[in-house]
């Protein structure tokens, strides 16, 4: 079964052929209504056509909505319970029930997406922090983003690879090489060693500015690691191994894995192989020794060094190298990159230059504006760096303190657990729920609050809706309810049920997880507004079965939304 507005838009695009056989802009949209008091789906092909057909959209819209009716007779689609032509000449209808019941089994399940060009994996490139440096607040969104969007690609049908394309390879490593044998303090390394190996950066950095020999050492050790001097090789894998532990002991605080961890390094045998072929392509320049390539005047774009006169490849190079093994190795369909916006002209550059060169594939540079602290930027170069194990370490404890103080009769390893999905949840949600090309301000307070667009109050709903379900020995999924008679209420909250999946098909098509926080608040402000209005368990029983049934739609809608942003529920908090 496709997307329920896809179904309904093939039946009336048949009808408009069928009706009008000759109009040459026969389409047909189907959207949910904005008002469910309208009904659930609106069609509004009538009016695109009544330029061409001369007649009145209202007519028009009378034969189709009958032509309409008349093919989804013909089993086994009967999915129109009633329609109504209004205002200039849409069509309102409310959908069949048996076909709403069957529509919310199969969504749950996964199986509305046949229509989704799902064929070949999607690469999504995410996280990549720096070695020797410790992951901070700014790498969270790209961590973050790229996980929903990779566990939403998933939920469509796609194969995904993700990766953990690190920043392990550039002059740092020299510099870290003479730091380490100049300062290295062995037991603060052995106990943390990505804050040692930060501390002996900074060092280098600082006398460096008085000690000119340092920067020449720092050269002649880089250029020993790249010839594949034994010593430093090891030292360099040493860095990367103690990096990695620490980068793994968040990724598993949060949730997270990769397919592939392939750094910069990887790509380094296949760098000198770019330049070859941007040279046969005639697309290299020379510039005081370096290589270049120039862009046309009407890209905007600076020149772009792909190496540098002593002969050292850069950034863009390795992302070059890479996109050429990513086609060659994966046949992608696209290739996502999640990254903050400082890096747009890069992969505009980058991109470019791909496509002159003929590597030729679909891809996407999805960024997103800067996560502020109320005081002022986050950045590994200055002095007020909050980092990410602080920051959850932070959020738990808070939500430890809240959960305590609702709910102290909980055992306290209980109240521990209930604190860890509660405060990685909420540090999770509130980068996710926003439009990520904002820059955001983080605050506690609206963080970790139990109202409004937060995940502590989805997971708070998710909780009530079980202890509901409990209450009235519910076990396991629902049959299909048999009533028939719906209150305003139970409409809305159907209505915004069966649109869970429009929802993940656009979070998908526009990289933005957002869409599906803002429809997982909206379908709970839907269902709070049906609770607090209508008594469940002392109804007659059909009418009890349905909002039994109502209230374990909603728990599993609320369930699969938040496993799309990496989002625990608990059955009690
Ligand atoms: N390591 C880079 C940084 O921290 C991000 C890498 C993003 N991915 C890529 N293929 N360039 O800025």
Redesign the pocket.
């Known amino acids: 079964m496709d997307l329920i507005t896809r179904q309904l838009e093939d039946l009336f695009l048949k009808a408009v052929q069928k009706v009008f056989p000759d109009a040459s802009c026969a389409a047909a949209v189907v959207q949910f209504t904005k008002d469910p008091g309208l009904g659930d789906v609106q069609c509004n092909s009538a009016m695109a056509l009544a330029r061409e057909v001369k007649d009145s959209p209202r007519n028009i819209a009378g034969k189709i909505a009958a032509a309409a009716q008349e093919l989804d007779g013909i089993r086994p689609l009967k999915l129109i319970s009633s329609l109504e032509i209004a205002g200039p000449g849409f069509i309102n209808m409310r959908l069949d029930h048996q076909a709403v019941w069957k529509y919310l089994a199969d969504q749950n399940e996964g199986r509305v997406y046949p229509s989704v060009e799902n064929e070949g994996p999607v690469v999504i490139?995410y996280s990549?922090?720096?070695i020797a440096k410790r992951m901070h607040i700014g790498h969270l969104r790209s961590t973050i983003i790229g996980d929903s969007l990779k566990r939403i690609y998933r939920h469509l049908g796609y194969t995904v690879v993700a990766d953990n394309?690190?920043?392990d390879w550039g002059t740092q490593f020299g510099k870290l090489i003479v730091g380490y044998h100049r300062w290295l303090d062995k037991t603060a390394y052995a106990e943390s060693p990505i804050e040692e190996l930060e501390r002996i950066y900074v060092k280098f950095e600082q006398e460096s500015v008085n000690d000119e020999t340092l920067l020449s050492e720092a050269r002649n050790e880089l250029k020993k690691l790249q010839d594949g001097d034994e010593q430093n090789t090891a030292l360099w894998h040493e860095f990367i191994d103690s990096s990695m532990r620490e980068y793994e002991k968040i990724y598993s605080r949060l949730g997270i894995t990769f397919d592939t961890h392939r750094g910069e390094s990887f790509y380094h045998d296949m760098m000198s192989g770019v330049i070859a072929d941007l040279k046969e392509k005639e697309l290299l320049a020379e510039s005081d020794g370096a290589l270049v390539v120039f862009f046309a005047d009407d890209e905007h774009l600076h020149p772009c060094i792909v190496r540098k006169q002593d002969g050292a490849y850069l950034y863009a190079t390795s992302?070059l190298a890479?996109i050429k093994r990513r086609i060659d190795e994966y046949h992608p369909r696209k290739i996502i990159?999640v990254?903050d916006d400082r890096?747009i002209t890069h992969f505009k550059q980058v991109f470019n230059i791909a496509e002159r060169l003929g590597w030729t594939v679909e891809r996407e540079h999805v960024y997103f504006g800067v996560m502020k602290f109320t005081d002022g930027h986050f950045s590994s170069r200055k002095g007020n760096v909050i980092y990410l194990s602080h920051l959850l370490d932070e959020a738990e404890k808070r939500a430890f303190e809240i959960v305590t103080e609702k709910n102290p009769a909980l055992p306290e390893e209980e109240r521990k657990d209930i604190a860890r999905v509660v405060g990685t949840g909420a540090v999770k949600y509130f980068d996710l729920s926003q439009n990520r090309t904002s820059n955001i301000i983080f605050e506690w307070d609206k963080v970790l609050s139990f109202e409004g667009n937060t995940s502590p109050y989805l997971q708070y709903v998710y909780a009530r809706i079980q202890s509901v379900l409990k209450k009235a020995g519910v076990n396991g999924e629902l049959p299909p309810p048999s009533e028939t008679e719906f209150t305003e209420g139970e409409q809305k909250l159907v209505h915004s049920l069966l649109q869970f999946s429009s929802a993940v098909v656009q979070a998908a098509a526009s990289y933005k997880p957002n869409v599906i926080a803002d429809y997982i608040y909206d379908l709970s402000q839907s269902f709070n507004s049906f609770y607090n209005s209508h008594p469940i368990l002392k109804e007659e029983e059909t009418k009890r079965d349905f909002r039994l049934y109502l209230c374990s739609e909603t728990a599993r809608v609320i369930k699969n939304g938040l496993e799309l942003l990496g989002i625990e529920v608990l059955e009690r908090m």
């Open positions: 490139d990549a922090p720096n394309h690190v920043g992302d890479c990159y990254t890096q």
